[in-house]
């Protein structure tokens, strides 16, 4: 599931990127008390389903904007692209996904 923030026209959206079909399919935002795609990441990383809100735009007519508007803190991001970095990265302890493994 590929999430983003988007402009369309004036409006600012949500969306679910289909890449292959070169479309966004427009979703409902959570109920939100602070940045609602924040919002939406907590809902289904708590299995909550996604609510389409029945709009689809096309890629190439829409601008994708930071996932996340005006975040509180500042947000680091490690990728684990490959096996020595990450074997590296669950021997540093900042790992919390693996229990220190480096098979």
Partial sequence: ???????HGLGISLGE???SAG?????KPFSTSGDP???VIRATADGADLSYDGEHY?????RLLPPIAQP???????G???????AEFARSGFDSSTNNQTD
Avoid: T
């Avoid at 599931?1 to 402009?7: G, S, T």
């Avoid at 479309?23 to 979703?27: C, Q």
């Avoid at 509180?72 to 490690?78: A, F, V």
């Fill in 58 to 62: 096309r890629l190439a007519d829409v």
């Fill in 72 to 78: 509180s803190k500042n947000i680091l991001c490690i």
């Fill in 1 to 7: 599931m590929k999430l983003a923030r988007f402009q």
């Fill in 23 to 27: 479309v966004v399919a427009g979703i």
């Fill in 17 to 19: 990127v289909d890449v």
């Fill in 37 to 39: 795609m924040i919002d």
């Fill in 80 to 86: 684990k692209n490959y096996l020595e970095h990450a």
